[in-house]
Structure formats: C-alpha cells, structure tokens
C-alpha cells in the first residue's frame, strides 16, 4: 500500500453519507406531506374560491378552481413514488406502480357531473378510477412494507415494535378505507352529495398514507447518528448526537 492511501481523509464518505440520508429523509417528508395535506387544502381552497357545494370526491376537485393545485400535487406525488427507492426490488416496483396510478389520476380526470357523458369522458372516467384504485392499493402494500426490516435497505436494522404495529395498522385501516370507498360509489349520488362520505373515505385513506410516510422520514434516524452525519447537523460539536434520534419511531 502506498503512503499516501493512509492519509485520506475518512470524513469524505461519512459527509456523502450525511447528503444522502437526508435527501432521502426529506423525499419521505415530502410525500408524507402532499399525502396528508392535500386533502385539507383541496377542501380549503374550493371554499375559499368558490360559493359551489363541495365535490363528492377527491376526483372531482379536477372540476374546481383547484385544479391546478390538485393535478401538480399529484404529479409531484407521483413522481417522487417513482425516483422512491431503497434498493429493495419489490418495493422498488411497488412504489413505481404507485406513482405510476397517481400519475394517471392526475392526467386523466374523473367523469364530470353531468346529465350525459360522452363516450370519451366516460371512458377516461372508468380508465380514471382504475389507475385510483391501483394507487390506493400500492399506498397500502408500501405502507405494511415499511414494517420490514429491509424497508430501509438490504442490511438495515428492522424497526421497532411500536413503528412496526403503526406500519401494519396504517396498511389494514387505508384497506378498510379502500374498500368503503368502492361500496360508497354504489351509494346513490343524492345521498353522497349530503354526507360527503366518498371524499371523506378517499381523503382518509390518502391521509393515512401520508402519514405513515411522515412516520418514515425517521426510519433512517440511526444512521444520522454517525459521525460524520452528526457532525453535518451539529457544526463545532464532532461527535455529538440528536436526543430526537436515540429512540426512533420508524
């Protein structure tokens, strides 16, 4: 070995180590976020800008003055699900399969409210529900996923009991959430229309994936305990650590 190999510097890969734990922690933020706030601000935003009744789903909002907020929130989503991925294949592909459903959402709206559709909206409106209804269920696999303990990697450290049973009761609460909706759609318009129980069904389930997303953004929490990490965090203090990350939820 030559002399000069003893002389790198070993902060190099603990520094690139410290960028990209937490670019990734802020990828699972952001989803965590956009999944749970989206529904309020939808809600939010329609009341504010127009006098109309409230949208029986979150599909309809594509029809209100917050369509563009709706359809580049989704967008965002979907396209965050498909760079998501911890070198695990089968999360790799459920997370792909994800975005690639809130993609179609967002590109090929719900049927419009209206008297009589067109052959096209009513099939873009069929397509529409098809690519929803495969975005919930891969919201849901990933959620119980993240229970695992290659949730965070191949060689990572399996999360605690306590994240595990959030993880795994998140999955079954947005499948029972999932399947109501279907029955809801069954329900006659008039009666959604009043109780709302569509979209509340919907914004429930998108909520409680996002935040199993946010629970995440701390699965990673050990890892920035590392020197070099700690060191990114807390500047003038080498060594130190974060009391939040001696007893990570996720």
Known sequence: MRPEAENVPVSVPRTEAASVVASFLLLRRVIGWIGTLLPV???????VFS????PISLSDYYYTPMRNIMVGSLCVLGVFLVLYDVGVRLDHWV?????VGVLGVAF?????????L???????????????SIAFVAFSITTWRFG????????????SKRACTFYRASSLVMLVFIVLSGVAILVPVSIQDDTKVLFILEALACMTFGMSFLVKGQGLQPLVSAPG????????????NSPASEEPLG
């Not at 997370?95 to 975005?99: K, P």
């Not at 067109?118 to 929803?132: D, K, L, M, Q, R």
């Not at 290659?150 to 060689?155: F, I, L, Q």
């Open 41 to 47: 601000v939808l809600v939010a935003g329609d009341a």
């Open 51 to 54: 006098s109309a009744p409230l």
């Open 95 to 99: 997370t792909n399969i994800a975005g």
């Open 108 to 116: 090929l709206p719900g049927s419009p409210e209206v008297a009589h």
């Open 118 to 132: 067109t052959t096209s909206e009513e099939v873009i409106g069929n397509v529409h529900v098809v690519f929803a």
């Open 148 to 159: 695992r303990a290659d949730s965070d990697g191949p060689n990572a450290e399996a999360p």
């Open 229 to 240: 990490v700690a060191l990114a965090r807390n500047p003038g203090q080498p060594g130190s």
